[in-house]
């Protein structure tokens, strides 16, 4: 094929592909700016999971954040679906709306009730990780001394299982994340979360972790950040260099992307003023104070399917890495106990 006719090729492949993106990069917050969340539908991504809640937030916040992103899609009904299961990614997507459910960041959004994993459950979040980057009362964090995964933290795991909430590692430690896959019954992801053989910062995960999590039935979403590709390089190539790498370790089946992206709005809070503000969570040394940290794009999923292509990757291949594989692990991680 000539260079349109790869990129037309490409262009197809993602407009007929679930695409799937498992974590956004909007803090989150009740007076959090919404309003441009159709970019995501735009570029082409069908499902998109939005994070409600982190460590950093005193618990209430979240459940204030929960309250008003809720009210905020639910006035957008007609381009925004709030989804409960994977039939309604589907059904959101054959109706061209943005399917929206919500995640968590950390075990202090439960105020150490164990209760409250079904009630968010309830309000539609569907994956939550347990430490976001500093230790709590039920796991280790990435940039901290990782203290393991507590016996709250293997209740929480349960109850995860239990109402079908996927569990996530990123931002946990390494020690922290092997304790809570092994835990799992169900698939464990690491949503967005690179691999340090490439880039040697403490939010990136090691191969003995991509391997455990594949282990699981799980999948390995490749974070968009530059300064977690390496560099603050943000470009098609570094991305697909790190999907290369995982696909390699584990597998096609066990790769995907949540790029931590947000869209561009006026409202939008300055990333670098907010992780200045609270050195403790993201420590110097890391590179958060690297000024205009750059994002790569969902709309350059078409370039990456073109450079995945060149290093042989199926169309199948290709399509998992777009949605499929994410949809796979979702699938087995949503469903309860019966």
Not at 287 to 307: A, M, Q, S, W
Request: proline letters at 3%; hydrophobic letters at 40%.
């Amino acid at each position: 094929m000539n260079e349109q006719d790869t990129h037309d090729w490409a262009t197809g492949l993602v407009k007929t592909a679930l695409v799937w993106d498992a974590h956004a990069g909007i803090f989150p917050g009740p007076d959090t700016d919404l309003s441009k969340i159709t970019q995501w539908r735009a570029a082409g991504v069908d499902y998109v999971s939005l994070n409600v809640g982190f460590d950093v937030m005193a618990w209430p916040d979240t459940l204030a954040t929960l309250s008003a992103y809720r009210c905020l899609l639910g006035a957008m009904s007609d381009r925004v679906k709030i989804i409960k299961t994977t039939g309604d990614i589907k059904a959101a997507r054959a109706s061209g709306q943005l399917g929206v459910s919500f995640d968590i960041e950390g075990v202090n959004a439960l105020n150490g009730d164990i209760g409250m994993v079904s009630v968010y459950h309830d309000l539609g979040v569907r994956q939550m990780l347990l430490a976001y980057n500093l230790n709590n009362v039920g796991s280790g964090g990435c940039h901290d001394d990782d203290s393991g995964l507590s016996d709250f933290g293997r209740e929480v795991i349960a109850e995860m299982n239990r109402v079908g909430m996927m569990l996530d590692c990123s931002h946990m430690g390494e020690r922290s994340s092997l304790q809570a896959m092994a835990c799992s019954e169900k698939p464990a992801v690491f949503t967005h979360s690179n691999p340090v053989a490439l880039c040697k910062h403490q939010r990136n995960i090691t191969d003995d972790q991509i391997r455990v999590c594949a282990e699981t039935g799980g999948v390995v979403g490749i974070n968009g950040m530059g300064i977690f590709l390496g560099d603050n390089d943000a470009s098609a190539n570094t991305f697909v260099r790190h999907v290369v790498h995982v696909a390699d370790l584990v597998g096609p089946v066990h790769v995907g992307f949540g790029l931590d992206w947000k869209p561009t709005s006026n409202k939008a809070p300055d990333l670098g003023a907010i992780l200045a503000s609270r050195p403790d969570y993201w420590p110097k040394g890391q590179n958060y104070d690297t000024k205009g940290i750059r994002l790569f794009h969902p709309e350059g999923l078409v370039e990456v399917v073109k450079l995945l292509k060149v290093y042989g990757w199926s169309d199948d291949d290709l399509r998992g890495f777009l949605g499929g594989n994410f949809l796979r692990a979702a699938t087995q991680s949503w469903v309860g106990a019966q």
